[in-house]
């Protein structure tokens, strides 16, 4: 029952974020290119279904390694970021050829830290994500590694796809791991070890049986980080399977009942920035709009720069501003695109003349519907 639940999960999510570990895509230094031919396949016939998927991948400092002359990964910061300089390019180009057999387009993406906790490099990732997957682009994201300190650094890609799940605000997030699923004990220590298939709460129970953190290998996660990811992810409405993802195709497999985790997340992800959206007290500025807006927003659609008829304020690109209809009265609230000077530039003009207004080009709406609540 509960890998049909799972399976289902899948099938259910429009958009996923799949992270890769180093132990899946790398053996002995050297990339596992059958494998990697396999996940392009699986990724394919989700994208052929609609969905978005994003991929976040370790491997970069596993396959540098060799070119160090190391056989596994130190405990040297110096020697990790010259690997992750070196392996990056080589992860690159086996994506882009891997991937060109099924006539997808991948892009690479670095992050640090410092671009999901900096309100405007968050705003621009987020952006830059959105346009990849709305042109059915697979990006490929990584931490930052040759430049990341180990002060400030997500430690592994598990948190790391978990912030990429909540900030795309994503319906699933599958972890391809070397472990089928959390058990109540290490399974490879312990052989009375229960596994555990669905998970609805993180108890300190369940936090409990992760033990230990994982060994210095080609990766650094371990249960403990999953279980960390997990929290983020459900906290931005996102479910979460933890699977074994060493054999080759593990869409496939899962889609055809094989076992992991599942971490159900108690709502969806829009519904929870929604709430979000709705609780926000105080707006930095107003956008006061026409009577066709009012009854576009009413319908679900978003605000356009068209149906604007003044700015008021000094807010910022993402800060929360209050639409005010032709009455005076409040209509709607939520995270805007533009800040105060350009959106008061732009307002009652149509979008496909942004650009020579803007000298740039800009996003078509001044508030996209999935940020903004009515009121």
């Known amino acids: 029952m509960t890998y049909t639940l799972l399976t289902a999960r899948l099938n259910d999510a429009d958009r996923i974020v799949i992270k890769i570990g180093s132990a899946t895509l790398a053996k002995d230094g050297a990339l596992r290119s059958d494998w990697l031919a396999a996940l392009a396949n699986d990724i394919a016939m989700l994208k052929s279904e609609g969905k978005q998927v994003i991929l976040v991948s370790s491997g970069a400092v596993a396959l540098g390694l060799s070119g160090l002359g190391l056989k596994q990964r130190s405990n040297r910061l110096e020697d990790a970021q010259a690997a992750a300089a070196i392996g990056q390019i080589k992860l690159a180009q086996a994506y882009q050829t891997e991937f060109a057999k099924n006539d997808i387009v991948i892009a690479q993406i670095l992050l640090s830290i410092d671009d999901l906790e900096d309100r405007p490099r968050y705003l621009n990732a987020r952006n830059t994500v959105d346009t990849l997957i709305e042109k059915g682009i697979v990006p490929v994201i990584n931490e930052n590694d040759s430049v990341a300190t180990s002060e400030i650094r997500f430690g592994d890609n598990d948190r790391l796809a978990a912030r990429v799940a909540q900030m795309m605000r994503a319906d699933l997030l599958l972890l391809l791991s070397d472990i089928d699923g959390l058990y109540s004990a290490d399974p490879r220590r312990n052989e009375d070890a229960e596994f555990i298939g669905h998970i609805t709460e993180i108890t300190p129970t369940i936090e409990a049986m992760a033990g230990p953190p994982a060994e210095v290998t080609v990766g650094t996660g371990g249960m403990i980080t999953k279980l960390l990811a997990a929290k983020i992810a459900l906290a931005g409405g996102c479910s979460m399977v933890i699977m074994d993802g060493r054999d080759l195709a593990p869409i496939t497999r899962l889609r ?116 903004l609540v009515l009121i």
């Open 256 to 371: 055809a009942g094989e076992r992991g985790t599942l971490f159900t997340a108690a709502s969806d992800p829009l519904t929870l920035r929604k709430q979000w959206i709705m609780g926000m007290m105080a707006p930095k500025g107003f956008i006061h709009i026409d009577s066709g807006a009012v009854e576009a927003l009413k319908k679900g659609a978003s605000l356009l720069p068209a149906g604007v008829t003044s700015v008021d304020g000094n807010f910022s690109r993402g800060d929360m501003v209050a639409c005010m209809g032709p009455d005076g009265k409040l209509v709607a609230q939520g995270l805007v695109a533009y800040d105060a000077l350009d959106a008061d530039r732009i307002a009652g003009v149509k979008s496909a003349d942004l650009m020579q207004i803007l000298g740039y080009t800009g996003r078509a709406n001044l508030i996209h519907r999935d940020d």
